[in-house]
């Protein structure tokens, strides 16, 4: 029997739903990992039963990283700190933003981002962490700014085929990516804009904002990112990047998924600026991409129309992969909703939960 | 010297669910070495990966903070007791 497990990470915690396969109704069970912050989900789809993941930073005990072999029903962490910075750097980790599998030709790889702005990596399937630490040693570094959510590393792509290329984004450092397994690191930003700068001065070398970058397993070359204002697409793995905007109402935005099936299917959700971080004119709309990105449509269908105010943050978007996909997001006001027709309507899966940082879903045979 | 450490409730699950904990140091951070030594888990949600005391946290020697002693380098008596105060924050 099929079943379908969605992680939920909240301002107090992690909250995991149930489904079977035909995700009509949802059982949701209470609160784990009590009072922490959780933005960093993860799962590990190699094994035979996914291992869960759930980065907590709680503001009183610290930050830590989670494990569940058991689909959410328990979590457990190494008596040792999971991910931690080595003594030398001086610097101790405060979140951890990003989980993600290495390919399933590496099965017991697991990457991490975090804040401050460093990728770790995990050669037991995410128990113990190193530093990357050609990226940490970067000459860069000392330039990379913090975003509004901290200096985080928050996305980490890695390359479908070629298990040496990898590609992350940081803010507000841009878009990274190395070829030789995290040795050395180029930064990728041709094209994208750092409006905040002097004009002629506004596409750097690195430094942008980028927020999130998808891709597909299918076409690795194509990259379609939401930055600090500006959606873009690369069609070169990122030696150069085009904006995106046709259709939009803004954007500007935190969130980007790529179908799970349809490599030229992709999700955003807009908001009116940085300095109006609420979707315009206050309509809760999904826009979808079915042609890679040249055009965008508002997803409206079971979304609420009028007198929205509630945002959706980068990795509060997910999909399940399963046959259709199921398409979720969580929104800062605690609703979650759920699409199974691509988008064309949404129904509600849950409310008055505490504010949703971080989404991760997953079927399981 | 022998000292002892008390837990709030929240964290003796980190400690096998004992309330009180002994360290065997000379000070408030050595303290805190030994307890690195004994229950890793638990030190590591008191101090960060460089030593440092979290920052919500207060660490009692007796009815004194040690912010307002000499920090970790607070010297320990023979039997002192070491309170883990959570502070009040948060929202």
Known sequence: MTETVLLIGTSKGVLVARSDQARQSWELEPLQLMMSTVYGLGIDRR????????????????????????????????????????ASTGTALIRIWQVEPGLDSQPDLVYAGVEPHALFRSHDGGITFELVEGLYNHPHRPEWQPGGGGACLHTIVPHPTDPNRLLVALSAGGVYRTADGGASWEPANRGIQSYWMPEDQRFPEFGQCVHKVGTHPSQPDRLLAQNHFGVYRSEDYGNSWEAIENGLPANFGFPLLVHPHQPDTAYIFPLKADSERMPPDRRCRVYRTRDGGSSWEPLTVGLPQSGYHAIVLRDALCTDRGDPAGIYFGTRDGELYQSLDDGDSWQLVASHLPDVLSVRAAMVA | MTATLHLPAVLRPSADGQGLVPVTATTVGGALDDLAHSWPQLERRLRDEQGVVRRHIRIYLGDRDIADLEGLATPLGEGAQLHIIPMVSGG
């Not at chain 1, 569940?68 to 910075?85: H, I, K, M, Q, Y």
Request: glycine share 8%.
């Open chain 1, 47 to 86: 094994r035979a039963t996914p291992r869960l993941f759930a980065g907590a930073t709680s503001e009183h005990w610290g930050p830590s990283l989670f494990h569940s072999d058991d689909l959410g029903r328990s979590w457990s962490e190494p008596e040792a700190a999971p991910v931690a910075f080595p």
